[in-house]
């Protein structure tokens, strides 16, 4: 199947290809590199031995999308492109409702100009909100509580009108919880450009002394050891699960969801404990006051994607960790090789 991917060239879009490549998939990538490196596809190249196309342009310019959809002619779109940060949400919403929004609103103006009839699109357990009970199932309230998680509530809807309006068209919508680890080889991972805003890529860069320690935000939460549990996936279990929605979406048509986790939680404490375990060292940490909007725990129910998609989470925490190390202890930088000084 031809599939264009959006955002393919960051950290799930990565790995996402070389299992669409392993499965014969013949793949184009559009991405702006405003938070990816076409570095990563060069890896991606080399790791699977197969070519495949790229195109450098914005989510929002229609006349590039269109260009690349009437050159490709994709019979499915994985949709990847999109900003991500909950805190930087919260500053600039406009923006994130531009990026997240109409970006979404262009490519399926674009898929319904192509013909192409298929997409799977990126949401987030952000949907959910403050859970009501764990763990979390499709059926759950969604009530997201931040401008990260509404622009993927809107997306969501706007993607399931659009299917409801145009018969004939598949939907998935995959729901991540918390994506962590990397590629086996450690050649491709998590490399965001400024501080990072979730706990895997934080600890390791305290690993690799970019940053001199790890900070807890809060201690008092109802778990296990006080600190927040959520359900941390590896983002090779997370790319062979869009691999499973493309077949899905081949077979059964209008917008079905699914939530993609592990249905087991781990606390920040115990991830701390198993990186350490994975790069040999004690890492530091200082436990500062509860952030605005945090919650104790989230747990997904994945039972649904295990029956319907005929797919199951099988890594870990400790590959989850070895993983993260390999890629971040190899690529202390990411993937740009000037020196960068300890924050």
Same mark, same amino acid.
């Given at each position: 199947?031809? *599939?264009?991917?959006?955002?393919?060239?960051?950290?799930?879009?990565?790995?996402?290809?070389?299992?669409?490549?392993?499965?014969?998939?013949?793949?184009? /990538?559009?991405?702006? =590199?405003?938070?990816?490196?076409?570095?990563?596809?060069?890896?991606?190249?080399?790791?699977?031995?197969?070519?495949?196309?790229?195109?450098?342009?914005?989510?929002?310019?229609?006349?590039?999308?269109?260009?690349?959809?009437?050159?490709?002619?994709?019979?499915?779109?994985? +949709?990847?492109?999109?900003?991500?940060? *909950?805190?930087?949400?919260?500053?600039?919403?406009?923006?994130?409702?531009?990026?997240?929004?109409?970006?979404?609103? *262009?490519?399926?103006?674009?898929?319904?100009? $192509?013909?192409? !009839?298929?997409?799977?699109?990126?949401? !987030? @357990?952000? *949907?959910?909100?403050?859970?009501?009970?764990?763990?979390?199932?499709?059926?759950?309230?969604?009530?997201?509580?931040?401008? =990260?998680?509404? $622009?993927?509530?809107?997306?969501?809807?706007?993607?399931?009108?659009?299917? +409801?309006?145009?018969?004939?068209?598949? &939907?998935?919508?995959?729901?991540?919880?918390?994506?962590?680890?990397?590629?086996?080889?450690?050649?491709?991972?998590?490399?965001? #450009?400024?501080?990072?805003?979730?706990?895997?890529?934080?600890? !390791?860069?305290?690993?690799?002394?970019?940053?001199? +320690?790890?900070?807890?935000?809060?201690?008092?939460?109802?778990?296990?050891?006080?600190?927040?549990?959520?359900?941390?996936?590896?983002?090779?279990?997370?790319?062979?699960?869009? /691999?499973?929605?493309?077949? =899905?979406?081949?077979?059964?048509?209008?917008?079905?969801?699914?939530?993609?986790?592990?249905?087991?939680?781990?606390?920040?404490?115990?991830?701390?404990?198993?990186?350490?375990?994975?790069?040999?060292?004690?890492?530091?940490?200082?436990?500062?006051?509860?952030?605005?909007?945090?919650? @104790?725990? &989230?747990?997904?129910?994945?039972?649904?994607?295990?029956?319907?998609?005929?797919?199951?989470?099988?890594?870990?925490?400790?590959?989850?960790?070895? !993983?993260?190390?390999?890629?971040?202890?190899?690529?202390?930088?990411? =993937?740009? #090789?000037?020196?960068?000084?300890?924050?």
């Amino acid at each position: 199947m031809r *599939v264009l991917l959006t955002g393919g060239a960051g950290y799930i879009g990565t790995h996402t290809i070389l299992e669409l490549l392993a499965e014969g998939h013949e793949i184009c /990538v559009l991405d702006n =590199y405003s938070n990816s490196s076409p570095e990563a596809l060069k890896r991606v190249r080399s790791l699977s031995n197969q070519d495949f196309k790229a195109v450098e342009a914005d989510i929002r310019d229609r006349a590039a999308l269109l260009t690349a959809f009437e050159n490709f002619r994709p019979e499915a779109v994985i +949709h990847f492109a999109g900003l991500k940060a *909950v805190g930087e949400a919260e500053k600039y919403p406009l923006t994130y409702y531009d990026t997240n929004i109409s970006g979404t609103l *262009v490519l399926l103006d674009v898929m319904t100009q $192509t013909n192409c !009839s298929r997409i799977i699109f990126s949401s !987030s @357990a952000t *949907v959910y909100g403050e859970p009501d009970y764990l763990p979390i199932d499709e059926t759950h309230p969604l009530k997201a509580s931040n401008v =990260y998680g509404r $622009t993927k509530l809107m997306a969501e809807q706007i993607i399931s009108d659009w299917s +409801h309006s145009n018969p004939g068209t598949s &939907c998935v919508l995959l729901r991540y919880f918390n994506p962590v680890g990397s590629h086996e080889s450690g050649r491709i991972g998590e490399d965001p #450009k400024d501080t990072p805003n979730n706990l895997m890529p934080y600890i !390791s860069q305290v690993a690799v002394g970019r940053r001199s +320690h790890l900070e807890i935000f809060g201690s008092d939460y109802e778990t296990r050891d006080g600190t927040g549990e959520r359900d941390y996936i590896h983002v090779v279990d997370l790319a062979r699960a869009h /691999v499973a929605a493309l077949g =899905y979406a081949a077979m059964h048509g209008g917008t079905d969801v699914f939530n993609i986790g592990t249905g087991r939680g781990s606390t920040v404490i115990e991830m701390l404990a198993a990186f350490s375990k994975a790069c040999g060292t004690e890492l530091p940490f200082k436990v500062v006051p509860r952030r605005a909007g945090d919650i @104790a725990a &989230c747990l997904a129910d994945p039972s649904k994607a295990n029956r319907l998609l005929g797919w199951k989470a099988k890594h870990d925490m400790n590959d989850m960790t070895k !993983s993260c190390w390999k890629w971040q202890s190899q690529n202390p930088t990411g =993937y740009t #090789k000037k020196n960068q000084e300890k924050e």
